[in-house]
Structure formats: C-alpha cells, structure tokens
C-alpha cells in the first residue's frame, strides 16, 4: 500500500514539506509505504490542446507523466501547497490541472486529501479550491480534526504549530483507515466501481 505526497512549493524542503512529512511519518509508523514528490519549480500549466485526450497522458513531458505512468502503484494521494494570495500556489494548480485532466479515470474512487500552509490568512480558499480537483473526479476525500492546514513561515514554526502538526497526523489515520477499509472490501467480494459512460451537456443542449 502506498501514498504519493506532492509538494507543490518552491522551497522544496519548507513548510508544505514539513506538514507533509509529518502525515507521511504517521502512514509510515502503520506500514503504509510512502513518497514524496516535489513539484514546486517550473510546472506548465494545461494548454487545452486536448492531446491527452488520445494519449491518455499529458502532451508535456515530466512529472505529471512520472506520475501517470505508476498511478496504478498509488493507493492513496495527499497535495501539499503553499497560501499565495489566498489561493494554492500556480505551480500546484498547474500540475493538478494536467494530472486530473489527462487521468481521472485512473485516480476514481482513491483516497485524496489536500493539505495548506500559510503563514496567517487564506488557507480556507486555497484548501476549497485544491479539493475542486477531487470532487468531480469519484474521489474519496479524506478529511481530519480540522480543515488541514498548518500555519507558520519556515519549517520551525510548523514544528511549533501542534494543532496543525496533530491535524496531519489524523488525516494520515483518517486515510489509513480508509485504505484499510477498501483493501478488506476487495478482499470480501466488493464489486468494483461501474460508471455509466459520462454524459456531458453544455447546458444548452
Ligand atoms: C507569493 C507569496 C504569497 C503569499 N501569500 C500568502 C497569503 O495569502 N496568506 C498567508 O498567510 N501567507 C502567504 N504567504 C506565505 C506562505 O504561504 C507561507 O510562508 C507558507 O507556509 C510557505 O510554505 P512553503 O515553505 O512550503 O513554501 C505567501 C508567500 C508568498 C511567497
């Protein structure tokens, strides 16, 4: 069983990575496998050309297709970012816009969580619009004790933020849980996820 953690801040080593490290060693300390994938520099945004589409990866070339290419090794999914005027930062944004749109079929039904760091203000916006991504995608959306959010400016004051820390630590049970769960519902019998093929409808027609 194994988690895929993604940091989407520039400073690869921060605070995003510090809350984020703090779940992983809580998943690890239950025997579920973890990896941390910094994605914080350099990150193109979608280009709507539709290729991914036909390819059923990303026209572009990097770790969004690293990631496609083993998503059948990852059980469970957390995507850290970093408040930039209330939002996450574009480099999470434009990573997710990729993954989730070139393979969403592949992440259904996975356990997701996101995961904010500010210093003081905007985590809520920025932790609704990362779980935008999750929501029309047939995730399982992993919550906590609290909105999942730590708040701090480098990676000591995060250490110092323990409700924050304790935050992480319960998503990271919550998610063990439910990975738990689905593991011993394969195990019983469960019948997979059927979708009806997907009706779209631009609203006018
Ligand atoms: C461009 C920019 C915008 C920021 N905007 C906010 C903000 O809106 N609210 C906030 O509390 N902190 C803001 N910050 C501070 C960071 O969100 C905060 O220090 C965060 O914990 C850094 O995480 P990191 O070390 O993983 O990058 C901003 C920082 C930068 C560089």
Redesign the pocket.
Known sequence: MKVLLI?G???QH?????ALGEAADALERNGIETEILWV?RDVPGCTACGGCRKLGKCVIDDDVNRVIEKLDTYDGFIF?T?????GP?GQILSFMNRLFYAASAKMAGKPVSAVV???????SAAYQQMNMHFMMTNMVVITSQYWNQ??????DE?RQDAEGLQTMRTLAENMRFILHSIEAGKQAGVKPLTYEPKTFTNFIR
């Open positions: 940091n801040s520039p400073r921060g605070c995003t990575y510090t914080g850290g970093p408040v930039y005027y209330g930062s760091s500010c210093r003081r203000g905007g985590a730590v708040h701090g400016n480098t990676p995060i």
